[in-house]
């Protein structure tokens, strides 16, 4: 049914949308008159116009949008209100929570560690984090730092997941829960995503630095990268003024708001950063290997590097992409799109969703943040790459 919804909704919004009247519009906070190339200009008044028509056609409450070539952001927009039905717009400093696009940050932060010499990937968890430990003395002894980036600790699917939903703290569930956990495959081979495991890379910081994670990721990449309102705990969203909050579907064709909940905070590397789409293109300049001040090509280059693959995943574009074309790096998806390589990682939480991707050799990258879970998310990636490989073509 999904996989039917997301053709109808292509094939309406290619033949609705690809001939409607419309400009590029400058990005606000960007501040510049630099002319697009005319290639450029038309790929990006194509994607907006169709991205335009699936807001309307999606009925989605609210988005903002944000396109990234080479250095420059050269397209950025909010969509909608706030709150459904509210006078207050969207716009390029509106705060969304954008869920597991928190791990990118969480995998590019260890890189950043790891050049610094702060930390080393090699090294064992327990290094830093002795009394981490599986039912499985041997293999919790064999745990590197990657490995819990790259989902292949060994244990099962979201293990301890409904325990972060319940509020308990990542070192409460590695202490009192890890020891009792199975172990379904051996590290670094058995993939399965993870939620609480990938959160240990959290104390493993705090026990190197004395810092606490949302510290860390402020003073080395929040702050230096410009990402003026971006943050990683409840109080400062709590606190935002200018912030849309989560929806719901009522059932009849509407959506409603709902509150932001605290929860995922207290697993902030796997979905706990908040950002405005202005701050996600200042995150995909970095990407981008344009913040060279930063992160290094070749720090950026390791954290990008396929660890596993993930074909027995059904769930990331199955209506684009064939299942043995995805594989994960170290907070990031790795999708090979007909010999092209895509960076890509989806994010829920909260009612919000969010999508990143990005082609480092093209130099093309895009941001999307939703404030309700709307199917317009899984057409809107796809959509992007096939329009920049049409314009190719042509």
Not at 85 to 91: A, C, E, T, V
Not at 151 to 159: D, I, R
Request: aromatic share 12%; glycine share 8%.
């Amino acid at each position: 049914m999904k996989v039917l919804l997301f053709l109808l909704l292509s094939s309406l919004l290619f033949s609705a949308c690809a001939n409607a009247p419309g400009q590029v519009v400058a990005p606000p906070a960007a501040k510049t008159s630099v002319q697009l190339p005319p290639y450029l200009e038309a790929f990006v008044a194509n994607y907006t116009r169709f991205f335009a028509g699936s807001m309307r056609l999606t009925n989605t409450p609210g988005a903002a949008l944000v396109i990234v070539k080479d250095s420059q952001i050269v397209f950025m927009q909010g969509y909608g209100p706030r709150i459904a039905g509210g006078r207050d717009s969207i716009d390029e400093h509106t705060v969304f929570r954008i869920g597991s696009l928190s791990k990118g940050f969480a995998g590019v932060l260890t890189g950043m560690m790891v050049q610094d010499s702060i930390l080393c990937w090699e090294d064992p968890v327990q290094k830093y984090y002795p009394s981490f430990t599986l039912r499985d003395r041997k293999q919790a002894a064999r745990i590197r730092l990657w490995h819990l980036l790259s989902h292949t600790s060994g244990l099962p699917y979201h293990a301890f997941t409904n325990l972060i939903e319940k509020d308990f703290s990542i070192p409460r569930i590695v202490t009192d829960y890890f020891p009792q956990a199975p172990i379904s495959g051996k590290e670094g081979v058995f993939y399965a995503y993870q939620n609480a495991a990938l959160c240990v890379i959290e104390e493993v910081m705090m026990r190197q630095t004395g810092k606490t994670y949302p510290q860390i990721l402020a003073e080395k990449i929040f702050a230096p990268a410009g990402m003026k309102c971006a943050s990683c705990d409840y109080e400062s969203i709590r606190r935002e003024g200018n912030k849309t909050l989560p929806h719901f579907a009522t059932g009849a064709g509407t959506w409603r708001a709902d509150s932001i909940s605290s929860l995922y905070y207290n697993a902030a590397a796997a979905g706990g950063v908040n950002a405005s789409i202005s701050d996600m293109g200042e995150w995909l300049k970095l990407l981008l290997g344009h913040r060279p001040d930063m992160v290094a090509d070749s720090t950026l280059d390791r954290v990008f590097h396929p660890v596993v693959k993930t074909d027995k995943e059904r769930r990331i574009f199955p209506h684009w992409l064939s299942r043995d074309a995805a594989s994960y790096a170290l907070g990031w998806r790795v999708l090979d799109n007909r010999g092209e390589t895509i960076l890509y990682h989806g994010g829920y939480v909260n009612g919000y969703k969010s999508e990143i991707a990005f082609d480092r050799q093209e130099g093309i990258g895009i941001c999307v943040l939703f404030n309700a879970n709307t199917p317009m998310s899984r057409a809107c990636i796809p959509a992007f790459f096939e329009q920049w490989e049409a314009m190719k073509r042509n």
